[in-house]
């Protein structure tokens, strides 16, 4: 075991905290407690650092430059996409480096879509997504005169209701779109079974991994999914970052939705043709500093452990279910209730106190929490809330941060009950 860790292997996070300088600055005068990570995480100064050193020393335009600097930025963006590819299990070939997850999810919409969905075809969605699984699902279905059908979820708790898959896989959804992990709900989606059952209905399976992939080990091969999306800036990577994973014939068949350079074979003046490959789908400079931050964030959390990682979270969130309702009596928490079923997260709503009123309260102790309908608007308005606070995990938070949060929770309480 390394640094971060007991004698016994579990992840130490006070020993993680050390490694993310933020941590220990006092934004408006007090500690920070962040929980806030399934927003966007801290940055490990190892990401910072490996930034900084690519910037240093090997800057030039990556796939350019016939000089040795251009080939060290090349070395070092190809090199950055293969450690991410290898992270989730795929080849680098079938790993397009993007700006971020949505545009990897409009990337599979706009590109996928638009050439394979036609009038009276059927694209299956749940109601929980979050809005960058959806808006462009809707808008593709709407151009071609498409079906946009829902999975729907439990009126009380939020949760997916997965049993009625198999009713709508009658209607041969030709692609079923689904978050891995919901980032209000905190649950995860059983992708290996369900990911058998839509192939069988003649489906491809989309999956939006953002909540998944910094929180759990995630290979992408034994989800069964076609294509898989993720975001960088929840790795603790740059916020400009992210990536689309596709199955090898599912990326040649596919047109780019965006050109220029970079991404083109030959060009005449008045046609082009394109690369093959990822290429074809990274119109432009590629962003070499994000995705070689993306490479470092997953050295890191390697370092860290996915499993220690993921088992440290759930002791957080055994915490937050179980006291919670001590903090805040009426707090309605949505998702599972297990937390063991549940990745990173809680979410929740109180008649007492607004999740807005609630976050500006915690903020006093320094506590950072998410209120809002966190781009789930749907999923909020099925469940007749407006809005619901949300706590989030990550390998560096911490008991004394939970403390500030029940803290933080009782004072509202108190405030409001008067
Ligand atoms: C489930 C989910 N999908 C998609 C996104 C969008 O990711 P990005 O910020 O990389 O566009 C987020 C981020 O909030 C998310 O939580």
Redesign the pocket.
């Known amino acids: 075991m390394s640094d971060w860790h007991t004698p016994g292997g579990q992840l130490d996070p006070l020993k993680v905290r050390a490694a993310y300088p933020i941590l220990s600055t006092t934004p408006g005068g007090r500690p920070l407690h962040y929980l806030d990570s399934?927003?966007t995480a801290q940055r490990p100064k190892a990401v910072v650092d490996a930034v900084s050193n690519f910037l240093l020393t090997a800057n030039a335009n990556p796939h350019r430059g016939a000089y040795t600097l251009g080939g060290d930025a090349t070395a070092a963006y190809e090199g950055a996409r293969a450690r991410t590819a290898a992270f989730l299990g795929v080849p680098a070939e079938e790993l397009v480096m993007l700006g971020?997850?949505?545009e990897a999810l409009n990337l599979v919409a706009r590109s996928w879509g638009r050439a394979n969905l036609s009038r009276g075809d059927v694209v299956l969605v749940t109601e929980a997504e979050?809005h960058?699984?959806l808006i462009p699902w809707q808008q593709v279905t709407r151009e071609v005169d498409a079906d946009l059908e829902f999975i729907p979820v439990d009126d009380v708790t939020g949760e997916i209701l997965w049993d009625r898959l198999e009713g709508l896989l009658k209607l041969r959804p030709k692609i079923v779109a689904v978050?891995h992990v919901s980032?209000v709900l905190g649950s995860a989606a059983p992708l290996a079974q369900i990911a058998p059952q839509i192939h069988a209905a003649g489906g491809l399976l989309a999956v939006?991994g953002?909540?998944a992939v910094a929180n759990m080990p995630v290979n992408i091969p034994d989800t069964g999914a076609d294509f898989y999306a993720f975001?960088a800036?929840?790795m603790g990577a740059l916020f400009s970052g992210?990536g689309l994973w596709a199955r090898a014939h599912l990326l040649n068949e596919m047109n780019p939705i965006e050109t220029g350079g970079d991404m083109i074979r030959e060009v005449r003046l008045r046609d082009a043709t394109f690369a093959e490959g990822t290429q074809k789908f990274e119109a432009g400079t590629p962003d070499a500093s994000g995705t070689v931050a993306l490479a470092a964030a997953c050295d890191f959390i390697d370092d860290l452990g996915r499993e220690q990682i993921h088992a440290h979270e759930v002791r957080m969130l055994e915490r937050v279910l179980r006291e919670l309702p001590e903090a805040l009596p009426d707090a309605r928490i949505l998702g599972p209730r297990d937390a063991k079923d549940r990745i990173g997260l809680v979410s929740f709503s109180s008649d007492l106190v607004h999740a807005h009123d609630l976050a500006t309260i915690l903020d006093r102790r320094g506590v950072a929490i998410r209120a809002g309908h966190h781009?789930a608007m749907p999923l909020h308005e099925q469940l007749e809330l407006s809005a619901t606070a949300r706590v989030s995990v990550a390998p560096y938070t911490t008991d004394e941060d939970l403390d500030a949060l029940f803290d933080g929770l009782r004072d509202a309480r108190k405030i409001f009950a008067r």
């Open positions: 399934a927003a971020s997850a949505t979050h960058a699984n978050g980032n939006d953002c909540q975001s800036h929840k992210g781009c």
